[in-house]
């Protein structure tokens, strides 16, 4: 049986993507930080799968996440408002390219059960970790952290794709 998800459960995937992802994000804030303006990333590869599994409500899910977890470990404004921004970019590229790239002419919902989906999968992470590491760049070109900030992120994003 095939129903479509109602609002609620979409509310719910929302708030369940937020909330692991700012469990995780958090975690790895205080116990692994690496340099003063950032941390250990591994809630990085978060954003685009929950993309995949639940669409802009999962991508949504991530977005808040990421932004209540920069906001309770005291980012600035100017980091949180356009993290929010490119982490929901980050959830809903996947999404948008695993049901328009058609390697078949059916889509599949995101499984890695076949060879066509796993290398449909190599494609749209890819495609998505260079948009956001270009997208990151451009962002926050006139940003005082510039170098240092958008080397780490762009490198985390690009590395995302080895990490999934």
């Not at 990151?136 to 070109?141: H, I, P, Q, S, Y």
Request: aromatic share 16%.
């Amino acid at each position: 049986m095939n129903e479509s998800p109602t609002l609620r459960d979409k509310i719910t995937r929302l708030i369940i993507c937020s909330v692991i992802l700012f469990t995780f994000k958090l975690v790895f804030h205080y116990i692994f930080p690496i340099i003063p303006i950032s941390e250990l990333g591994p809630a990085s590869a978060l954003p685009p799968i929950f993309g995949l599994m639940f669409g802009p409500w999962g991508a949504a899910g991530a977005a808040l996440g990421y932004t209540i977890s920069d906001i309770v470990a005291g980012y600035p404004p100017e980091i949180y408002i356009i993290s929010f921004f490119v982490q929901f970019i980050y959830g809903y590229i996947p999404y948008k390219l695993w049901y328009t790239l058609g390697i078949h002419k059916t889509n599949t919902l995101p499984r890695l059960n076949t060879v066509n989906n796993l290398i449909k999968f190599v494609i749209v992470m890819f495609i998505t970790s260079f948009v956001v590491a270009g997208l990151l760049g451009v962002l926050w070109m006139d940003w005082e952290y510039t170098t240092l900030f958008h080397i780490q992120h762009s490198y985390l994003h690009l590395t995302t794709l080895i990490l999934q």
